[in-house]
């Protein structure tokens, strides 16, 4: 399976409107607080925008809103895997991505059969407070010597400046947040990022 080697995250299909007209082809739509009812529609809506443009749209968490909004991706933290149904995900055709964070963790993700594992945070991140700290370039290395061919997703404190480091550590893909969701100019941000990943 090839998968875009850059992978951004946003918390509102506006950003699609705005990247996937660049050149975005993997998107994550990651809405932490909303009601359920303005979520399936964000979800749908997202859905609808990625197909439109030949894209791929991975939701975070709400598998049951994207098996009803007729998704074919879902990514998993490892909280979120305590309370997901993954009979129901399987039965629904979703493809599963999961979050790891140390090697119980990947075991367990790597039990599930996913698609592909995330690692992180690789740098500092401010996204959100996290009890790990930075993994280094060094457990880049060991988590794609460990996963072999599944696709490695690197993310946390993802710059365009690391990305060719980050990818000669072994990631295959690498996810961005506030690189672009804070910078003053996100449309040249993301063009800078799918130069990188190109």
Not at 161 to 178: E, N, Y
Request: some cysteine; proline content about 4%; hydrophobic content about 45%.
């Amino acid at each position: 399976m090839s998968l875009d080697r850059f992978y951004p995250i946003f918390d509102s299909a506006d950003w699609l409107h705005r990247t996937l007209p660049l050149g975005v082809k993997l998107v994550q739509l990651r809405i932490k607080d909303m009601d359920e009812a303005e979520l399936c529609n964000a979800v749908t809506h997202a859905q609808a925008l990625c197909r439109a443009r030949g894209a791929t749209l991975v939701v975070n968490d709400h598998w049951r809103i994207a098996i009803d909004a007729g998704c074919d991706w879902v990514h998993l933290g490892q909280e979120d895997l305590d309370s997901a149904d993954l009979p129901a995900i399987r039965r629904a055709g979703l493809k599963l991505g999961i979050s790891t964070h140390d090697r119980a963790e990947l075991d367990r993700a790597l039990s599930m059969s996913p698609v592909y594992v995330a690692l992180g945070p690789v740098y500092p991140t401010i996204l959100k407070k996290m009890k790990w700290h930075q993994q280094g370039l060094e457990r880049v290395t060991e988590w794609k010597r460990l996963i072999g061919d599944l696709p490695l997703v690197a993310i946390g404190g993802m710059r365009v400046d690391r990305a060719a480091g980050v990818f000669a550590a072994g990631a295959d893909i690498v996810s961005v947040v506030t690189d672009i969701t804070l910078s003053d100019d996100p449309d040249t941000q993301v063009r800078d990022w799918l130069e990188a990943t190109r």
